[in-house]
Structures are given as structure tokens and as C-alpha cells.
């Protein structure tokens, strides 16, 4: 795995050839139990990384788009399965905790559940306030410049920019960690602020 | 091949078990000719997205440690291999053209002779003024924060962080591309500024 910003988060990663970028997943180091985010089926060596770091309490997966390795991770590890509540009644893993908006996956992890994407109440996180990890919605495929998901697959794309002016507003984020793209490892908020500019331009 | 932060500008990578990083390839797409900077070996898409997208005039290999995948391209495409001027009595690969400090590539792509480094005159290229793009000497392997190669591995330090400071005092660096490790998409100087800073901290 890769070293990320911080000495306490890692990031494995596998590149789509549909859509020339990469997936990543993320790893929160604790002393507590580690915190896997949208794990992708790992190789035998990041396996053996993640063993060597504690291996894995929780695992938080976004939207049921994003299930990706999950499922066999957590039987692999015996961590437990998180999941957005908004989509409890159809997800397509049998989740152990079902994640709200403002709760805590763990403390320093804190939940935020946006509107008008693909699935309901897509998860995104916000890591001791100052690295945001996006599932879905919010991505990076133009390196340093976030974009949010193509409008055909939004489910209300005024909801949508509402979510994302949440998330710009928010105090603190230098770090933006997309599920899908490019990772933007500084002046995060900068660069929501940008594409709520751009999108407001546009509407 | 993933976008940059340009249209015209793509990479492709290979993650490293050894060192728990990327190391990276670049392509500049221009009308008068591609140019290719440290190929690594290239998988069938990113062959087909190569040539959609021009094929090769040029692959610059910045030092005798990143041939990788550089005489293989050269020889499917055509492409013209050039080489650090201050290896080639013993280059490991039969260059067309040897590169020296200040030349240029083509129009818009200039070369620095970097000193201190594992080899002699290793390259590091100035993309129009405002993408540094380096091979080993400057790299990331903490995202956000450039480092340099470790002490064990430079010929001189001291020559390094004179080359590394010449690197800092360029006008207009926003983005820094690193052979191997992170890619820093904005304020690129800043973390140029960054690392000189650290170095003489500790010397």
C-alpha cells in the first residue's frame, strides 16, 4: 500500500481501463482497530502490509456501487461491515452497523450522508477534521480539479450541488480523498471552493 | 493512461512492492510529435491509447535507473531515444540523441542536468515553464511533501541540494512530477521551497 499525507493512512489502488483512472481505497491506522474505506480486492502483498499494520476493524463501504472487495476482506479479517442507512433495505452486503449522518464510524471518523447521487444517502467521511474521503459524487479525473459525477447519473443534481456546498463549507479540509481519481493531498477546500464556482457559473 | 492536469498530458504507472510506491511514466501530446519521459513497460489499453492519441517522436530516459520499458517503445513506435549527456560512455541504451543542460527537447520541454545524484547529470525536464518533471533525485513517498534520494544513494549530497535549490528558484513551478512516487498537482514551488527548507534545517 501507499503512504498517503499522513503516517497513519494508506491507500491501495487499481486503475479502470473504462475510464483511464484509478479506484482507491484507504486504511486509517489506529491504535483502536483499523478502518478500511472502500476496500478494492488487495494483492497478496497488501494483504501482508495490512496484516503487518493490525489488519482491519471496520470497513466502511460508500454506496452499494463501491462494494468491490469488501466483503471478502471482512470475512478475511473478521472486521465488521458499515454501510449507508439510506440504503439498508436493498444493500447488497449484509452490513453490521447501518451509518447516519453526523454519527461516528469511530471517533475522529465522522459520517456525512449526501443527496442526489447515484444511490441514496451515499457516504462521505471527514478524518479528524481535516481530510474529507469521498465515495462517488465528488471525484478527480483532471488532476488537481474535483469534478462531481456525470449529470446522467445523478438522481437530483441541485441536491447534489447543495451536498457538495455542504462539504465546501466545512472548516478545515485540506485533503480530499476521492474513491474515484486523483487525490488531492492539499488546499482541499480550495478545490470544492473551485467546483462549486464552476458549477454555479454553469446553473 | 490517466489525464493530468493538462488535456495534453497522461501517465501511467506500476506500483512497487519493494519501495510501497508508484513509479510513473509521462506523455506530452503535441501536434508535431509525442513525447515520452521514463516509459515504463506499457499494457495493451495504454498501447492502444497511445497510438489514438499520436504514438511516440521522442522518449527521454532521464537517467541509466529508469530504462524500464523506454528501447521496447522505441522500437514499436519509432521513437527517437535520448539520453543524459554526462552517461553516455556507458549508457545501457543506444541513444539518438544526448541531452545537456538547457537544450531543449522540442519547443517548450527543457532540460536540467541535475549534480550529486546516483548518476551523473541525471535530467530533470521543465514542461512550458510550469511542470517540473524529475526521475529519481526529487521524489514523493510521503504524499504532499517532496523528498530527496536517500544519502546512501546520492554521489554528493551537498551537489544535490545545490541542484535542488536551482530546481526551488524557478519561476512559476506549479506542478512536480516525480518519477517515482506522488505527483503534486498545485503550488509545486511551495514544495520545492518545503524541501530546501528541511534540508537546511538538518545541515
Chains 1, 2 share one sequence.
Not at 107 to 121: C, D, F, N, Q, Y
Request: aromatic letters at 6%.
Amino acid at each position: 500500500m501507499k503512504l498517503l499525507h499522513r503516517y497513519d493512512l494508506f491507500s491501495w489502488s487499481e486503475f479502470d481501463e473504462e475510464r483511464n483512472l484509478d479506484f482507491n481505497s484507504w486504511l486509517w491506522q489506529r491504535s483502536d482497530g483499523n478502518v478500511l474505506i472502500d476496500p478494492l480486492p488487495m494483492s497478496g502483498h497488501d494483504r501482508r502490509h495490512l496484516e503487518s499494520l493490525g489488519g482491519a476493524k471496520f470497513i466502511v463501504v460508500t454506496n452499494s456501487d463501491h462494494c468491490r472487495g469488501a466483503e471478502k476482506i471482512a470475512r478475511d479479517t473478521g472486521a465488521k461491515l458499515c454501510g449507508p442507512n439510506q440504503e439498508r433495505a436493498a444493500f447488497p452486503l449484509a452490513c453490521d452497523r447501518w451509518l447516519q449522518n453526523s454519527e461516528q464510524v469511530v471517533p475522529g471518523l465522522t459520517v456525512i450522508e449526501l443527496a442526489g447521487s447515484k444511490t441514496p444517502g451515499e457516504l462521505a467521511l471527514v478524518l479528524e477534521g481535516s481530510t474529507l474521503i469521498t465515495g462517488d459524487l465528488i471525484r478527480c479525473h483532471q488532476a488537481g480539479e474535483l469534478c462531481l459525477l456525470p449529470d446522467a447519473k445523478l438522481s437530483n443534481k441541485n441536491s447534489a450541488i447543495e451536498s457538495l456546498k455542504a462539504l465546501a463549507a466545512l472548516p478545515g479540509i485540506d485533503v480530499v480523498l476521492p474513491g474515484d481519481g486523483w487525490p488531492i493531498f492539499r488546499y482541499g477546500a480550495e478545490a470544492l471552493g473551485r467546483l462549486v464556482g464552476t458549477l454555479s457559473n454553469i446553473s
